[in-house]
Each structure stands twice: as C-alpha cells, then as structure tokens.
C-alpha cells in the first residue's frame, strides 16, 4: 500500500502515517492515504475502522497524533475546519450539522455571511443559493426553513453549503444514508459534474454497493490500517467484504421451515401522515407470521415499514385495523400490555429509541423485565442479576458486565443489548426495525444467526431492512413495501434483482 | 466455514473497543473528589465557620441549623424526583406557602354557614387535609405536563403564580397567627411539629430523614425507581420497553407536592404562624440543592443522598454566614457562586462520562444520520 506504484501527478491531499490515539485506544495506526484530483476515492471499513477519524484529520476537526497532512505537496498543519475550508477541503458530516430554525439561505452562509457597511447582503445570498440549490436540482426556496425540509432535502442543503466555498476537495461522510433512490442519483450526476471540474472527492458510506457505483480508487481500512487499496475497475462487492472484514459476507440462512400457529396476525392496518391526514404512511396492510417463521419487509425509507412496525408494538394512538396476538385481539392495549403478552419491538434508531444512555448495560437489559423481578414490593437483586447475566450470555454481549456503562459498547454490541432486553421478556413475536443500522458486518450476522436460532425454538421473527441483502439471509419470507403498500412476496429463493424491481428502487444507476 | 471465521473476528474486534476504558489511580482519585463534591463542600463549610465562631460547632446549633435544613431538603427531595424525571417543578415554594396557609385556616376553625357552627379539625386531620392539598397541586403540574404535554417549567411557573396568589387571597395578604390551638377545642399539638423532639433531634428532622429513606428505598429498590431514572434517562426508550412513562410523570409532581406540603407543615409550626410569602423563591434553593447534590436537569442521574447533602451545604452555609455577621447582600452573592460552581463540577462530571462512552466510535452511519421526530418518519421517496 505504498504510493510508489501510483503516478504521483494528480495527488492533492496525503495522510503520510498518520497516528490518532483517544486515551489508550489506538484509532490510527500509520495511515498512508491519497486524494486524486477530478476522482472518487472512496474509503470502506467496518464501525470502528477509523473512517471517520481519518476524516476530521483530514478536516481539521482533530489532530493526529503524530504523522503529517500533505496538500499540494507541502506539509500542512490545520488547527481548525476553518483554516481546512480557506485551504478548500469541506466535509458533510454524516450527522447533518443544520441550524433547523434558519432558512436554507442562512444555513448555506452561516459563519461567512456576505457583509457590506449597511448589514449583511440577504438579497446576494438568496441569489447564490437559488442558483445552488438550482444546480442540485432541488426546488427549494432559500428562504424555507430548514424543519420545513424533509430529510433528504436537507442533506442537499448540506452538500451545497460544501459546494458554495468552492471546495477542492469534499468529504462525504456518508450522504446518501438519508437520500431516496431519485436524490441519489442526482447526488451521483453532481459527483460527475464536480470530478469534471476537477474536484478531488472521497467518499464514505455503509452502502457498498452504492458506494461501488461512483469509486474510482477505493481504500479499505481495518483496525485502524489500510489494508487494501485498488482501482475501482479491478474490484467487486466480494473483494470489498473480504477486506473490511476479513471473510466472506454471510448472514445466515433460514432455520427449518417448522411452522407452528399463527403467531401475529395484522390485519387491514392503516396509518395517516400527521402532517398530511390525505396522505396514508401505512395502507390498508395485512400480513400473517407463523410461530417459527422469519418475515422481512423490505422498502426503501419512507416506504411505511417503521410506522408499521411501530403501530403493531403499540406505538402511536390513532390507527385503523386490528392486531391479533396468538388469537388475543390487541386493540387498545398499551406497549407494556403487549409486551407482557409476548409482543416486542427491536426500535430502528437505538440511540433514540432504543437504550438508555444514564443507565448500566444490566439496568438496559432488565427494563423491560421489571414486573416480573418484583419480590414483596421490591425488585429483587438476585432474580435481576440473574436475568441480566442470562441475557448477557444469550445474546453474545462484549461487555465488562453488567456494571459497565451502556456507552462503553461498540454499536453492534449496543444493538445486541436491546435485542436482549426484548428476548429477555420471553416474547412469541419479536418486531425489529432495521436491526442492523450502524453495526458492523460481523456483528450482523452474529445478530442474524441469534434471531435464526430463536425462531428455530419457536419465536415469530420480523425484521425490516433497507438493505436488499439482508433480506436473503435468514428469512424464510420476503414483504416488499412501497408507499405503505405491500407490493410484493417473495420466498427465500427470490433474488436480489426481483426484490429491488419489486420496490420500485432503480437496479443500477 | 464462514460461520465460524466472521465470528472470531468480530469478537477480535469488538473486545477491542469494548474496554471500558480503564484509569490510572491518580485519575481515580480526582473522579472520587469530583463525585464527593458535595460532601467536601460541607466539610469545608463546617470547618470554616467553626474557626470564625465558637458557636457555630455545638450540638444545639447543629441541630437548630438542621431543623432549617428539613424544610429545603424535604422540598429538594421532591424536587430531585422531578427533575430525575427531566422536569422542573418551580410551584414549591408557592405550595408550601399555601399549605401553610390552610393550616392556619383549618386551625383558626371552620365556620359551617349551613349549622351555623365553627369546626375545629384535630390536628391529624390538618395535616392530612394539607397533605391532599400538597398532592392536588402537583396532580395538577403532573397532568398539565403528562397529558396537555406543557413545557414543565412553563406549567410548574404558572402553578407558583396561581399558588401563590391564592394563598394571599385567603387572608387578603394578612397572617394567621397563634396556631397553637385551645385544648378545650381539642385541637392542640400543631406546634408538636416544629417545637417537639424525639431524643433530642427536633421532629422536623425526623421527618425528612424518614422521607429521605423511604425515597430512596423507593429510588433504588422498586420498579418505579427503575421506571423513574429509565424515563428520565431516555424517555422514548422506556416507553417502548413498557414503562408506563405518563404515570411516572404525573406520580413524581404528585410526590414533590405532597414533599412541598410536609415542607410547609413544618415551617408553619416551627413559626406558629403562618403568612402567604412563606416559602417565597424556595424553589430556586431546593433546585439548587438538587444540582448541588449532583443531579443533572437533563434528567436520568442524580440521587438522595447528594440531594441531602446539597441542602445541608446551602442550610449551613447561609445559616453559617448568619452567625458570622456577613451581610445579607453578600450572602446571596456566596450563595449565587456557589450554586454556579456546582454546575460547573457537574458540567466536568457528565462531559468526562460521556467521553467515556465515545471511545467507541459512534454508531455510524444511518443511526446517527437520521434525527427523531416527525421528519424521521414522513420522509418519503420520490423515486
């Protein structure tokens, strides 16, 4: 991995061994990296890898320890993101880093509004965002508010405040986690057009094969090296896998098809927009799982499957249709009634939704248990520990024990925590909602095979995902979602292709 | 074979960055001081005011110094349960004053227009009846913030107005005075409260040690304490693992009403009188010695005997710089640092836990990318 073999010509911006320790945690061990003007130079590695810590080097937003940045052949030293952006390197972040209460106008100039002696030039700042914004193809007022946005408006909003310093090099920290199919591709034109200009780009995300689609170098990171580098013509998903994790990418496969009783059955659910009454999230959707069977729904963001997933846990008051739980109607009951009947939701943003940040990982773990820990009043000690040291060892949890801070786990390990706290209550039907997002591809399939053998002893899974692959790992059945509709089943023998046509996404840009 | 290898890896690599980042001693022991801040605090303040008076270490001060204490630790008490929740209660101070207010009305004897009869209510029956009125005040917050879903200091700042006003309407601003009762009405004992000891510790004191411990029985040991520092903690999350999180809140303002109400039996009694001011910017002193005690406003953290402590730093102190002859503009300076030097430590406190927690890198990807609310959920493809 060494650049000799590159021509030099073209190399903008290096990391020459580049060291970062946080305490004693070594987050970068001598990295060499290279940014090439008019091309994409896309970095992989799993959570943890140290992506984005190489990023905020490169950024200005951290320091390395030791080891230098080269720009334009000479050593550089930021002490901040403003010197980085006089320099013309820009990064999104993956957390967008909007004001929601200005405009788009105020967000795109903030911190170097255009001054004149009478005040700040609105009028001139409102023109250049038009013609941003025009340039994105995003048809958006300047002077919207940003919370009037939908997402992924919002993070075109944020790529042209990078564009508007007429950057020379732009980092993506993952932009398309928030981005429908159609921005997307729009956002990969952009790239294009910028690369044209001679824009050095590098890029990030946890969609490979997205991310495969606009490489031209790509550079995998592992533990904190390199240990990979191609050009993008040389390279497949396979060859990436391999690098980021060291083996070959396998979730799993479906349990023996030993169906019992239907377990959960939905029948007509339909959920409104609160924002637009019209408009319905989840359609008129009924769906059956047996005891033992594994359900994915697939869909692309927006497509209605957390609404669902959350009004089946209990979640959110006003919904038509009916859930029935091992012939139990749900109607009316609370989430703690049904989760005291055997019905649990996995929540798709675990930091949200899904984890208690002031708690330990054994107080996680038992909260959903508490009823059943009480002895004369009082929670008993021992029947906590002893739950909390089972679910610890049932779900493969990496952790000092169960003293140790929730924050001290890696996501995959987090994820594994509120997996377990829903396992722990015994459920017959376990809901999870996107259950892979921000864990890492070992992880993954470790989450994977726990809910395969579950269901193997009886438990009726459903998981969603946006991740076509995920769905051909451990599901013996394939839901497509689309605009709140099922539009689509599919078997475990289905392919990639049928799901992705199916959902209306585009196969290949 | 897969199955195996992408096992051991990911455990390679979890274990690494799973180390809960261990410290060297020395560091140990700053975190040990930064943790018992409080009780340092109070070390230092008896310490300080035992040279400058010769009064202020015997036991006889210490106790009258703590019969003071009672009153704000009953109502930081509360308070801590409130804001363990995420909330603020600001309507205390004002309960208390009203509570008090009810007392003396119930003691002076109620006219029964319709018997033509005055009714003097024993003295258990006063204390009940202000009590319930303690616990309808903080129903009221409690409903106003769990089901009409009201910004807790908006709510709690509108109950301290209408508190308060109504405990100057009852008198039209006058005290009642003389609450000692008439034995031949049967309603003697309501000075038993703030004049009474029990081996020689006043009651007042004993009251909020038994509200102290059955707090935090109630803290550490049950399912609502569980329930409390959950919702506090992470509020959507205890909502989808079942706790019922609306009950939680309305219960918390419930409990620091019924804690305002006890505050304000004892100050009634120990004064016998009681005037409609009492208790005026109580709140301020019992949140701070909430956050004296270590709690954090943004909920989930803190505990009683912090809580405990804060108040005994602000009682002894500001009784301390009474005794020494400070003046009284300059004890609410002293009062005003120190109140921002705990937030300050508290500040310290929480950033270095948080940092802790992100030596693992955080949760990329679409976890973080995507904010909660509304906007999470009706984004919509166009594709």
Redesign the interface.
């Known amino acids: 991995m060494t650049t000799a073999t590159e021509t030099p010509d073209g190399i903008v911006l290096s990391a020459r061994h580049v060291v970062k320790t946080y305490g004693g945690t070594r987050a970068l061990k001598g990295v060499n990296f290279d940014i090439r003007r008019g091309s994409v130079t896309t970095l992989f590695g799993e959570n943890g890898a140290g992506k984005s810590t190489l990023m905020k080097i490169l950024a200005g937003v951290e320091k390395p320890t030791s080891g230098e940045i080269v720009l334009d052949g000479e050593t550089v030293e930021f002490n901040s993101t403003v010197e980085a952006r006089d320099l013309g390197i820009s990064i999104i972040h993956q957390e967008l880093s909007l004001a929601p209460n200005l405009s788009v106008r105020d967000n795109i100039f903030m911190g170097r509004e255009l001054q004149t002696p009478y005040g700040v030039d609105f009028a001139e700042e409102a023109r250049q965002t038009a013609k941003l914004m025009e340039e994105l193809e995003e048809d958006v007022d300047p002077l919207t508010p940003v919370s009037a946005l939908r997402l992924g408006q919002q993070q075109i909003v944020e790529i042209a405040r990078a564009l508007s310093v007429n950057s020379r090099i732009l980092i993506m920290d993952e932009p398309t986690s928030a981005l429908s199919a159609s921005e997307v591709a729009v956002l990969f034109g952009l790239i294009d057009e910028l690369k044209s200009r001679g824009v050095a780009i590098v890029y990030i995300s946890h969609h490979l094969e997205e991310a495969l689609q606009v490489t031209d170098h790509a550079v995998v990171l592992r533990d904190g090296s390199v240990t990979a580098i191609a050009e993008a013509k040389d390279i497949d998903l396979g060859w990436i896998v391999r690098n980021m994790v060291g083996e070959n990418y396998d979730l799993g496969e479906p349990p023996p098809e030993d169906f019992g009783e239907v377990a959960l059955s939905v029948r007509g659910i339909s959920v409104a927009d609160p924002a637009n009454p019209k408009r319905m999230l989840v359609d008129n959707v009924s769906l059956d799982v047996r005891s033992g069977e594994v359900v994915c729904i697939y869909g692309l963001m927006g497509a209605g499957r957390t609404e669902l997933l959350e009004v089946v846990a209990g979640r959110g008051a006003s919904a038509a249709g009916e859930v029935w739980l091992k012939g139990e109607d749900l109607s009316g009951m609370s989430i703690a009634e049904r989760l005291a009947k055997g019905l649990g939701l996995v929540p798709e943003d675990r930091q949200q939704d899904g984890l208690v940040q002031t708690m330990t990982v054994g107080r996680n773990l038992s909260l959903a248990s508490l009823p059943r820990l009480m002895s004369r009043l009082v929670l008993s000690r021992g029947r906590e520990r002893d739950l909390v040291e089972a679910a610890i060892g049932s779900v493969g949890v990496k952790t000092a024990g169960g003293e140790a801070m929730i924050g001290s786990l890696s996501g995959g390990n987090q994820q594994k925590v509120v997996v377990g706290k829903i396992f722990a209550t015994n459920p017959d039907v376990i809901l999870l909602d996107e259950p892979t997002r921000g864990v890492d591809v070992g992880a993954k399939g470790e989450i994977f095979r726990l809910l395969a053998a579950r269901a193997a002893e009886g438990l009726a899974v459903v998981y969603s995902t946006s991740e076509v692959g995920e769905c051909l790992s451990i599901a013996h059945r394939i839901i497509v979602m689309s605009r709140g509709r099922i539009v689509a089943e599919f078997g475990a023998d289905t392919t990639k292709e049928e799901i992705m046509a199916a959902s209306g996404e585009a196969v290949a840009v | 074979?897969?199955?195996n290898?992408?096992?051991t890896?990911?455990?390679a690599?979890?274990?690494?960055?799973?180390?809960?980042?261990?410290r060297s001693p020395r560091l140990n022991l700053g975190r040990l001081l930064l943790e018992g801040r409080a009780f340092l605090a109070l070390i230092v303040v008896i310490v300080v005011f035992s040279i400058l008076s010769s009064n202020y270490f015997t036991v006889n001060n210490m106790l009258t110094m703590s019969s003071h204490v009672a009153v704000y630790a009953l109502l930081a008490i509360g308070q801590l349960l409130v804001i363990l929740n995420g909330g603020i209660d600001l309507s205390v101070g004002s309960t208390l004053g009203f509570s008090g207010m009810v007392a003396g009305f119930l003691m002076q004897g109620v006219t029964l227009k319709m018997f033509g009869d005055v009714l003097y209510p024993s003295v258990w029956v006063v204390v009940i009846a202000v009590i319930l009125v303690g616990a309808f005040v903080g129903l009221v917050n409690g409903t106003l913030v769990s089901r009409f879903r009201v910004a807790p200091f908006v709510a709690t700042l509108g109950t301290l107005y209408v508190v308060r006003g109504f405990a100057l309407l009852m008198t039209n601003g006058l005290t009642y005075n003389d609450l000692g009762g008439r034995p031949e009405l049967g309603n003697t004992g309501f000075d038993w409260l703030g004049f009474n000891h029990i081996a020689k510790i006043p009651i007042g004191v004993i009251v909020m040690i038994v509200a102290a411990a059955a707090v935090s029985?109630m803290l550490n040991?049950?399912?609502f304490g569980?329930?409390l520092?959950?919702s506090?903690?992470?509020e959507?999350?205890?909502?989808?693992?079942?706790?019922?999180v609306r009950k939680v809140k309305v219960w918390v303002y419930v409990a620091s009403g019924v804690c305002s109400a006890l505050a304000g039996l004892i100050l009634t009694s120990e004064l016998t009188s009681a005037g409609p001011t009492a208790g005026t910017t109580y709140e301020l002193t019992a949140i701070a010695a909430v956050v004296i005690g270590g709690a954090?406003l943004t909920?989930?953290?803190g505990n009683i005997r912090g809580t405990l402590l804060g108040a005994f730093v602000i009682g002894f102190l500001s009784d301390g710089l009474v005794i020494v002859g400070v003046s009284a503009y300059w004890q609410t300076v002293f009062m005003g640092a120190v109140i921002v030097a705990a937030v300050l430590l508290n500040a310290v406190q929480y950033r270095g836990?948080?940092k802790?927690?992100?030596?693992?890198?955080?949760?990329?990807?679409?976890?973080?990318?995507?904010?909660?609310g509304?906007?999470?959920?009706?984004?919509?493809?166009?594709?």
């Open positions: 074979m897969s199955k290898g992408s096992l890896v990911s455990k690599t979890t274990e690494e960055r799973v180390q809960p980042a261990r029985l040991r049950t399912v569980r329930w520092y959950a506090g903690g992470n959507r999350a205890a909502e989808l693992s079942g706790v019922p954090a909920g989930g953290r836990g948080r802790k927690g992100r030596r693992a890198e955080p949760p990329a990807g679409r976890a973080t990318a995507v904010p909660p509304p906007e999470a959920a009706t984004t919509q493809t166009r594709g």
